[in-house]
């Protein structure tokens, strides 16, 4: 076996012990160390270079990035979960007929659709969703993701907020989290649109807030338009559609003036 | 592993651009750099993490992120970006990559450092500070290009980037530097917009010229010429001149191609700087003395055929009278010569005898028209007068004028010497015919400036021609004002250009007339006579005249000085301007507009202030006067500022006078690319404005002049059945210019044309103006009797000053008819003239690969065609036709029968008088082709020899089998012989043939180099209009003037006595 190769696999034994250990610090350099290894391999994606080694090489480096994904969801890092998912993504896109499929192949794709619905990127949701076979809408992790995009387009948020017990994963539980968040600013969004103002107790449930502390936090955080007084939530739709009364004379009258010049022009 | 695994997408790559660790984003750099040609539409919405990693001063690959970002750019189109980045990218940016981005950003770098150049070149004072990894790059590239052998390619970079270091590199480098100058001039010429530097490029070939071992003394002396350098012209032709035989010849030659651009400024000069020659006695009157010091060196075949020998061998004692040694007694010949040819002389001369032998103007046309024009319309009388001047230029044939014109017996004046002198002034003012009587007034003027077209170039015999009208000094009231001012108009136009001898004569007269009439001739005459020279003592003659504020006078004043200083870019203009400004008379306005418009003549950039201030002016005719400027600034530049600011005034200005020059001015602009006018000024030939249409039209016929391109007259075709008469005018004038010299064998469309323009004629109810445009119009289409052409352009691509001034001028008879004539001045000869070492034109064949039909004279009107236009459809019943048609066939058949049998015993070949074909007269045209073409082979001793009967024989055998062959595929021409424009591609010459070129061009004047010197020459062309014994003076006669109407004069004969005419009154 190619000695470079077997470093490499030694060192992926040391993240998993210390992934095991649950030591994150330690996965983190491992990690990183670990991915500055694999660049040195020509038959990696963007490459592809067929060396003696590749398969093995290929099986490795998904693997070593199959565990930086669930460790980015460990580490509670969208940022790193996206990063490494890109970067897995060509082993699984582009290396059928090289290497067999990886058994943890759906979980983590149905961990990415789940993030992106999170980040409320449904465009591209669907994107990833098309992109995948027929087949594999059957499997349990990618099944849980398009239902939950189905209830959450449906507004059956209580049902997006139920499924948080029937998760396929245990990786999932963690955006399961986020996504009550999600739930929660699309519903302050239609009362936005659907009310003019909303009696406190009112808005805290529908909200699933426990308390008006809460209530009142959030507001300050994330919508400080919001008015509250008399005991009710003022959404102030008034403002939005004061009409425009200014007429642009100046502007008009120089274009009137431009088109009446090219008129002359006309040869 | 059957399946190659390939990436579908580049997010991989660009999320570990994210990653922390610099290795990785190095990795995913670098492979994104190999796979951005692939994914640069993902890869473009990371440009600002790839541009933030180029800004990052810590990251150690920068260059590397400059690289994939310029890639990216250059996908997305956005080449400035692509390049700044590509320069910061420095050496990875590699220059010899193969690749479309490497391509397009190499020449976005090129023009990018071009115009960075060139705007450093303009700014006087601030410096623009050049990239200096932009320059890196270009250099990098200029130098790989001379490396690989692509000499072409790096010299046109080094011109257009304005590196002349870069430039003499590369010639000097490549390994046929000859062709490597002629290609720069070539590129200097159509590529260097800037005429400041066009000047230095060219002084920098001059430079690398003068340093090779055998320079190519043509192309140097063209350039010399360009750039305004006399001495050293002079100094090469005195360096030749000493040289062997062969480079005497080349000088004559030298001194031919200079002619041709027709710098009367810069050749005078050249000749002022030749030594003056010890036997030629010093007489003011050079151009004569030089005629009759070349007469008499080379007077007879014998003293010839002495001087030849005299030249080979220096000891051999010579016969002549002169006792001075022979070398000096060659070299004053020479030199004596060379100043004959740069006086214009000897080329003038040379074109008149061949104009006058090769005339083939067709009188029946000229006839028809006289016959067609109505009495009372002064407008078509003049017109066809015109046109009569137009055919006949140059040839000095003024049959139709003798035989129809008022002031007919002026004109046989100078064809009978005695009777010249027997005439006295008491005969003037006889009206002769009630037709003639017609040309009164401006008519008169006119009438007689016609004759000064006919007898362009008659330099000997001008001023005795013109005698008659002249105005005498102390017999006033003689001639009406009107023919005598016609006559110095005249006399400018046969002195066009080399007025040397007559300028005197002309300024004496303008100061002794105070008639604005013949003060207007003069002053054109005087403009014309000394066009370009600039000189100041004319200059203020003419000025005192337009201070005088007569209309008509200032008029011409006005452009008489123009032409007095035609590209000099004076600061005689201001003055002009102003009082331009000071007077009331538009007439004044408009001439001195056109003046200043022709100062400033092919100075481009220079005259864009004047420009400016004419354009801006409240005044619409010293707008107008700014088209022109711009026109003749930029001509045949197609200068896109130019254009453009054509165009902007075409559609923006309020004048229709303005706009319609704007258009115009568009065919002066790019008459050096007759292929592009078509294109730009279609839409315009469709505006809603007539005047805008009209100058659509001239711009076409302009820049479009005598090349018969197929797009101008698609696009004149319609205009000529315009709804608005002078559209229509415009129109066909054009379409004339147009299809100058084609014939309908080349262009079916010149057949339905001639057509059109008879039917406009001879129609009753058609409008003066287009009717007027139409005589004219057949007057262009046959100018010259069918042997010249409009050319703007010389052979070396140098604009052709009098051509161009001429048609501008000309362009001006919307306001004022005389100025038709000026016409006159853009028509060259097509000719092939081969000249030997005494500048005599020797019997040589050349051929001309192409089909005869195709270049041939068109066929001459018959009476039948005339008359058939008026008849009346005749109803014609059934059985009549049949048997009609059958009597026809018969006689048909008959006729042919008699032909054949005819045609063989003339051919003396027997037998072909026994064959009895079918296809008889097929087979008589390859018999005398044949025939003809046997008679070539055997010319020197030609009998019907047994040869050619066994030729003959042999075809009518074959005749029996093939299909007829109509036409041969080539055809021989013998010097001087008529080469037009289209036919030059297909002259070759005949290897082995006595004779050999010394420059390969295909029409021109030729000086021949002769491989036998010591056998006799078989000389053409020996008669001439103008072989006079006698010196100038006025009792010197055009002796070659025989009285017959036939354009086809016996070219050997001596000139016969002047025929018997009865005056009848």
């Given at each position: 076996m190619d000695p470079k190769l077997t470093e490499v696999a030694q060192l992926f034994a040391r993240f998993k012990a210390a992934y095991a250990r649950n030591d994150l610090d330690a996965c983190v350099t491992l990690l990183s160390q670990l991915k500055v290894q694999l660049t040195k391999f020509p038959s990696l994606p963007p490459l592809f270079q067929q060396t003696p080694n590749a398969v093995e090489e290929l099986k490795l480096a998904r693997d070593i990035y199959e565990h930086a994904v669930v460790l980015s969801v460990k580490l509670e890092d969208q940022d790193a979960f996206e990063r490494d998912f890109c970067q897995l993504k060509p082993y699984y896109m582009d290396t059928c007929g090289i290497i067999p499929p990886s058994p943890e192949e759906y979980p983590i794709l149905g961990l990415n659709l789940l993030r992106l619905l999170v980040q409320n990127r449904i465009a591209e949701f669907h994107t990833e969703l098309e992109l995948l076979p027929v087949k594999a809408l059957d499997h349990p992790c990618i099944k849980h993701a398009v239902e939950l995009e189905q209830s959450f387009m449906e507004g059956a948020y209580n049902r997006v907020l139920s499924a948080r017990q029937a998760v396929p994963h245990e990786t999932y539980v963690y955006f399961m989290d986020l996504l009550a968040k999600t739930v929660r600013d699309e519903i302050a969004g239609c009362s936005e649109k659907g009310y003019d103002s909303l009696s406190i107790s009112d808005a805290k449930q529908m909200l699933m807030f426990s308390s008006d502390q809460e209530l009142h936090q959030y507001i300050t955080e994330e919508h400080p338009e919001w008015e509250i007084k008399n005991g009710s939530v003022f959404f102030q739709k008034a403002k939005e559609s004061q009409p425009c009364k200014e007429i642009p004379s100046l502007q008009l009258i120089n274009q009137t003036l431009s088109y009446a010049r090219e008129l002359e022009r006309i040869v | 592993m059957a399946a190659v695994a390939t990436v579908s997408s580049a997010s991989g790559l660009l999320a570990m651009l994210q990653e922390p660790a610099p290795e990785l984003k190095l990795h995913a750099l670098a492979s994104l750099n190999s796979v951005v040609h692939l994914f640069w539409p993902e890869i473009s919405t990371s440009v600002p993490t790839i541009e933030s990693l180029y800004e990052?001063?810590?990251?150690?690959q920068r260059q590397l992120a400059a690289l994939v970002v310029s890639k990216v750019f250059y996908y997305l189109g956005e080449l400035n970006d692509s390049l700044s980045y590509a320069l910061g990218a420095g050496p990875l940016f590699?220059?010899?990559?193969?690749?479309d981005y490497a391509h397009a950003l190499l020449a976005k770098a090129l023009d990018e450092y071009a115009s960075i150049k060139t705007r450093v070149s303009k700014a006087t004072e601030e410096e623009e500070n050049i990239d200096p990894r932009l320059e890196a790059i270009v250099e990098r590239m200029l130098e790989k290009c001379i490396l690989d052998g692509k000499y072409q390619q790096a010299m046109g970079m080094a011109v257009e980037c304005r590196r002349l270091d870069k430039l003499e590199e590369a010639i000097v480098r490549c390994d046929n530097i000859q062709g490597a100058l002629s290609y720069c001039i070539n590129l200097s010429h159509q590529y260097v917009n800037h005429r400041e530097y066009r000047f230095e490029v060219l002084r920098c070939l001059v430079k690398i010229y003068q340093t090779l071992?055998?320079?190519?003394y043509l192309s140097i002396c063209q350039c010399l010429m360009f750039l305004g350098e006399p001495e050293t012209v002079a100094s090469i032709l005195d360096k030749l001149l000493s040289g062997s035989k062969d480079d005497a010849l080349l000088a004559y030659q030298i001194a031919f191609d200079l002619v041709e651009n027709e710098n009367q400024a810069f050749l005078l000069n050249v000749r002022n700087r030749l030594a003056l020659p010890a036997p030629v006695p010093s007489n003011p009157d050079t151009g004569s003395a030089l005629q009759d010091d070349q007469t008499a060196s080379t007077g007879t075949g014998a003293e010839t055929a002495g001087d030849v020998q005299m030249r080979d061998d220096t000891t051999t004692p010579n016969g002549n009278a002169h006792t001075v040694d022979p070398n000096e007694v060659a070299h004053a010949d020479r030199l004596t010569k060379i100043k004959g040819i740069l006086s214009g002389e000897t080329s003038i001369q040379l074109t008149l005898q061949f104009l006058y032998s090769h005339n083939r103007s067709d009188l029946l046309i000229l006839k028809t028209i006289k016959q067609a024009v109505e009495m009372r319309n002064s407008v078509c009388h003049s017109a066809t007068i015109c046109a009569n001047a137009i055919m006949h230029a140059g040839t000095t044939v003024d049959t139709f004028l003798r035989e129809n014109l008022v002031v007919i017996h002026f004109y046989l004046l100078p064809l009978h010497r005695i009777a010249a002198l027997a005439i006295s002034l008491s005969h003037y003012g006889v009206v002769l015919q009630e037709w003639l009587s017609r040309a009164t007034n401006w008519a008169k003027f006119s009438a007689t400036a016609g004759l000064g077209v006919i007898h362009r170039g008659h330099l000997q015999q001008g001023r005795a021609l013109m005698a008659p009208y002249l105005p005498q000094s102390g017999a006033v009231g003689g001639g009406s004002p009107y023919s005598e001012g016609g006559a110095l108009y005249a006399l400018g136009l046969i002195h066009a250009n080399h007025g040397e001898g007559i300028k005197q004569f002309l300024r004496e007269s303008l100061r002794n007339t105070s008639a604005e009439v013949i003060q207007h001739g003069a002053c054109l005459g005087l403009g014309l006579a000394a066009l370009g020279t600039a000189d100041e003592e004319i200059y203020e003659d003419i000025k005192n005249v337009l201070y005088t504020d007569s209309a008509v006078a200032g008029e011409a004043a006005g452009i008489g000085m123009g032409l007095l200083m035609v590209g000099t870019a004076s600061e005689k203009a201001s003055e002009m301007l102003a009082y331009a400004h000071d007077t009331q008379h538009e007439k004044i306005i408009r001439g001195l507009s056109l003046g200043i418009a022709l100062t400033v003549y092919g100075r481009e950039e220079e005259s864009d202030t004047l420009i400016e201030q004419m354009t801006r002016d409240q005044d619409p005719i010293l707008r107008y006067g700014g088209m022109y400027a711009l026109a003749l600034a930029y001509r045949g530049t197609a200068n896109n500022k130019a254009i453009h600011q054509l165009l902007h005034f075409a559609v923006s200005d309020v004048s229709d006078d303005v706009r319609r020059t704007a258009v115009m001015a568009l065919g002066f602009v790019l008459y050096n690319e007759p292929e592009q006018t078509p294109r730009i000024v279609s839409l315009l030939s469709e505006s809603y404005n007539p005047h805008v249409r009209y100058g659509a039209a001239l711009a076409v016929g302009i820049s479009c002049a005598g090349t018969g391109l197929s797009d101008a007259i698609s696009l004149l075709e319609p205009l000529t059945s315009d709804v608005v008469d002078f559209v229509r005018q415009g129109a066909l004038i054009a379409m004339a210019m147009v299809m100058i010299q084609t014939n309908e064998s080349f262009d079916s469309r010149v057949g339905a044309f001639r057509r059109q323009l008879e039917k406009i004629i001879l129609?009753?109810?058609?409008d003066t103006m287009s009717k007027m445009g139409a005589i004219l119009a057949s007057g262009i289409l046959d100018a010259g009797g069918r042997n010249v052409t409009i050319k703007l352009l010389s052979r070396n691509k140098h604009d052709k000053l009098t051509a161009v001034v001429g048609l501008a001028v000309f362009s001006q008879f919307w306001y004022w008819y005389p100025l038709l004539y000026f016409i006159s001045l853009a028509f060259s000869p097509t000719a092939f003239i081969g000249l030997n070492s005494d500048l005599k034109v020797p019997k040589f064949e050349f051929l001309s690969?192409?089909?005869?039909s195709l270049f041939e004279y068109p066929k001459p009107t018959t009476q039948q065609t005339t008359t058939s236009t008026v008849k009346l459809p005749t109803a014609i019943l059934s059985t009549y036709a049949k048997a009609k048609s059958r009597a026809k066939k018969d006689a048909e058949s008959k006729a042919n029968q008699e032909k054949t049998t005819e045609e063989a015993s003339g051919s003396t070949s027997g037998k072909a008088a026994k064959t009895q074909e079918k296809d008889a007269d097929a087979m008589q045209v390859i018999n005398s082709y044949l025939f003809l073409h046997c008679s070539h082979i055997f010319k020197d001793s030609w009998t019907p020899s047994t040869n050619c009967i066994s030729c003959c024989s042999k075809v009518d055998n074959t005749a029996e089998k093939?299909?007829?062959?109509?036409?041969?595929t080539f055809q021989h021409l013998t010097n001087p012989a008529r080469v037009i424009p289209a036919q030059e591609k297909f002259i070759r010459f005949i290897e082995g043939s006595r004779y050999v070129p010394v420059k390969p061009a295909p029409s021109g004047f030729i000086l021949l180099r002769d491989l036998q010197p010591t056998e006799a020459e078989d000389l053409a062309l020996t008669d001439a209009p103008s072989t006079v014994a006698g010196t100038t003076s006025n009792t010197a006669a055009a002796a070659g003037q025989q009285g017959s109407g036939s354009s086809a004069m016996a070219v050997d004969e001596e000139p016969q006595p002047p025929q018997p005419f009865e005056y009848t009154s």
């Open positions: - | 990052d001063e810590e990251f150690d590699d220059v010899s990559d193969d690749s071992p055998n320079p190519d129609d009753k109810h058609e690969h192409a089909k005869p093939k299909a007829p062959e109509p036409e041969p």
